[in-house]
């Protein structure tokens, strides 16, 4: 084991890399200026020439690409173009409302989905099984933004029980506890989890229907176990790998990919900064960004990789 996490924590050097020089290439070799965006529609040919000799926008990109990769490999990801701040700090500030977003999605996702696509291969043929798949189809049909606006024009607007949008943070000085940090997340995370309940809802049928017709279920009954046992102890507990593959690539995917959400809320997390930094071309600033979420999804799929290790004893490295 010892000697496989070493090679997958070597293996994200190249990983990063061949990302950083991707990601940096696309980027000086698409149309736009962010020296034109910093100075302004006003500003003359002089001005933007200017900036972009500040900004060392006029040295020959391989240069520019062995600056920035050694103050990456100091822990240096630079400074913002746009906002003049470290790209490091830029990212701290967005994370928690990015991170509260994502992991309270999937907690609810889980405990929606898996005791629903539990009973649904239980009950194999039954009306919640008809009911799950059509929701199933509902669920990856309808956008997320639309899913968005209509929890927001019922529950905020409407019956005014949640707040429309914002974000309260749990941590810091500014904090004022779970209960406000709780109520402002209330609708993003039924929003996204509608998605994400549909997907890992049928994953877990798929997989613990799959179980039940093993022999040692069969055997199980045999023993006298009772149907909660069999399909805790047994069925659900083998079919645990591929659940937790979805859940752990859906973590990854929200990392990354709440865009939409975030605009929709307006939260301030990591993807709503995605936005305003691809806008103003702030390169510094768009390069992390990439280069953290490159990092979290390889970081997260090996850490479902050795929970392999803790759900089926079957399984060596």
């Not at 061949?18 to 910093?38: C, S």
């Not at 900036?51 to 240096?76: A, N, S």
């Not at 043929?125 to 927001?152: E, K, N, R």
Request: hydrophobic share 55%.
């Amino acid at each position: 084991m010892l000697r496989f996490l070493m090679q997958r924590l070597l293996a994200l050097v190249p990983v990063l890399f061949t990302v950083a020089v991707i990601v940096f290439l696309i980027l000086r070799l698409t149309p736009g200026d962010p020296a034109a965006v910093i100075a302004g529609n006003n500003a003359t040919n002089e001005d933007i020439d200017r900036i972009r000799e500040q900004l060392g926008l006029t040295k020959p990109v391989i240069t520019q690409f062995m600056i920035w990769l050694g103050q990456v490999m100091q822990g240096d990801l630079g400074y913002s173009f746009y906002l003049n701040r470290p790209v490091t700090e830029l990212i701290a500030q967005r994370i928690e409302p990015t991170m509260s977003l994502a992991a309270g999605t999937m907690v609810l996702a889980v405990l929606i989905a898996v005791p629903l696509g539990t009973i649904a291969a239980w009950r194999m043929g039954g009306w919640l099984d008809h009911l799950l798949s059509g929701f199933a189809v509902a669920g990856f049909s309808v956008p997320v933004f639309v899913i968005g606006y209509v929890l927001i024009y019922i529950f905020a607007v409407e019956l005014q029980w949640l707040p429309v949008q914002g974000y309260r943070r749990l941590f810091g000085a500014s904090s004022q506890g779970v209960g406000p940090w709780a109520m402002q997340l209330v609708l993003p995370w039924c929003s996204l989890a509608t998605i994400y309940v549909a997907l890992i809802a049928r994953v877990t049928r798929a997989s613990v229907s799959e179980a039940l017709t093993e022999d040692y279920i069969r055997t199980a009954r045999a023993k006298g176990l009772t149907e909660r046992m069999v399909l805790l102890r047994h069925a659900l507990a083998n079919a645990a790998v591929p659940i937790v593959t979805v859940v752990g690539i859906g973590v990854a995917l929200l990392i990354g990919g709440v865009v939409v959400t975030e605009t929709v809320f307006a939260i301030p997390g990591l993807g709503s900064l995605t936005v305003d930094v691809v806008l103003n071309r702030d390169f510094p600033v768009i390069q992390g960004l990439v280069l953290f979420f490159a990092l979290s999804y390889v970081v997260i799929n090996l850490l479902v990789d050795l929970s392999y290790l803790v759900l089926d004893p079957r399984i060596r490295y």
